[in-house]
């Protein structure tokens, strides 16, 4: 059943950033799936052309609530703030509203404890009757209640590293993608609470039937478009006795296609690799007897 406050709608309709890191991403990753839209004028809705497929465009940390709420069907947004929003619906006593999907492959970071560079760092346990600056105290506590650590958590919207040299806090939780930031405020990653990238988010009930058809068509087209993301098909020439030799380099390829041209003997095969095709391969490939390679770009795949 849809939630209680849904508005009934036969469009689907997604929520990604307006703007940040997983903006673009997401709305490339969506086009690759045949989604065109035509955007309004104060640029927070784009209407579906191809498809009746809808895109919202909002902040991050709006999306799940979105989603709970039935404003929305799916949407692109971060694993750390999905978790997090559901860790405080749970502590304020509300059921899990969203799920995850899909994980989409970018974004990638992860949500760190830090300490300043001076520090000797032994185990968590030294942050006993320590305070720990972040945004994410749900999944902070979640771990210090596992690692049997009695720490405050200071809460901190913003700029969190700076907290231990204004006095805030003696160390931070925070996300960390290369480090540098950290490095720039004297502080060092100790230990990694939470792993993190762009998931596809949508709501724990099933949707109705329009609708359910919209989005699992999406997910068809979603799952094709991410397995040949950084697919090319090979394809070449060689003789039967030579597959032997052959097939052991082609270790992330599925089983290829083989056609018989000029005699028994004589093959022409194409595989779809899903990793890099590079020069050295290429050749040695044409060593264990392949010729007339030549590599193509994948744009759609559907299983």
């Given at each position: 059943m849809s939630p209680p406050n849904a508005t009934p709608r036969d469009r689907l309709r997604i929520a990604i950033q307006k703007s940040?890191?997983?903006?673009?991403?997401?709305?490339?990753?969506?086009a690759s799936c045949g989604l065109s839209w035509r955007e309004s004028r104060d640029r927070l809705f784009c209407y579906g052309e191809t498809l009746p497929v809808d895109l919202l465009l909002v902040r991050d940390d709006d999306i799940p609530g979105l989603?709970?709420?039935?404003?929305?069907?799916?949407?692109?947004?971060?694993?750390?703030?999905?978790?997090?929003?559901d860790g405080e619906r749970r502590a304020a006593g509300k059921p899990t509203a969203y799920r995850e999907l899909r994980a989409l492959g970018f974004g990638d970071c992860r949500l760190a404890l830090a300490v300043p560079e001076g520090w000797e760092w032994k185990s968590p346990r030294q942050l006993d009757g320590m305070r720990i600056?972040?945004?994410?105290?749900?999944?902070?506590?979640?771990?210090?209640?596992?690692?049997?650590?009695?720490?405050?958590?200071v809460l901190l919207s913003?700029?969190?590293?700076?907290?231990?040299?204004?006095?805030?806090?003696?160390?931070?939780?925070?996300?960390?993608?290369s480090g540098a930031t950290l490095a720039a405020n004297q502080l060092k990653p100790v230990a990694t609470?939470?792993?993190?990238?762009?998931?596809?988010a949508g709501p724990v009930h099933e949707f109705d039937a329009a609708r359910g058809e919209l989005a699992s068509m999406l997910l068809r087209r979603l799952d094709g478009a991410l397995?040949?993301?950084?697919?090319?098909?090979?394809?070449?020439?060689?003789?039967?006795?030579?597959?032997?030799?052959?097939?052991?380099?082609?270790?992330?390829?599925?089983?290829?296609?083989?056609?018989?041209?000029?005699g028994a003997d004589h093959l022409a095969l194409q595989a779809l690799c899903h990793g890099a095709v590079t020069w050295q391969r290429l050749e040695e490939l044409k060593r264990a007897g392949a010729s007339g390679l030549m590599v193509l770009p994948v744009e759609g795949m559907l299983a």
């Open positions: 940040g890191r997983l903006a673009d991403p997401a709305r490339a990753l969506l989603i709970a709420d039935g404003v929305c069907d799916l949407g692109v947004v971060g694993r750390n703030v999905m978790t997090e929003q600056a972040t945004s994410y105290p749900a999944l902070l506590s979640q771990w210090l209640a596992d690692e049997g650590v009695s720490a405050e958590v913003g700029s969190v590293e700076i907290a231990p040299r204004l006095g805030q806090a003696d160390a931070i939780c925070d996300l960390v993608s609470l939470f792993e993190s990238e762009a998931v596809l397995r040949i993301r950084h697919s090319k098909l090979l394809m070449f020439q060689a003789e039967r006795a030579s597959l032997p030799a052959l097939l052991p380099l082609l270790p992330d390829a599925e089983a290829p296609t083989v056609m018989q041209i000029d």
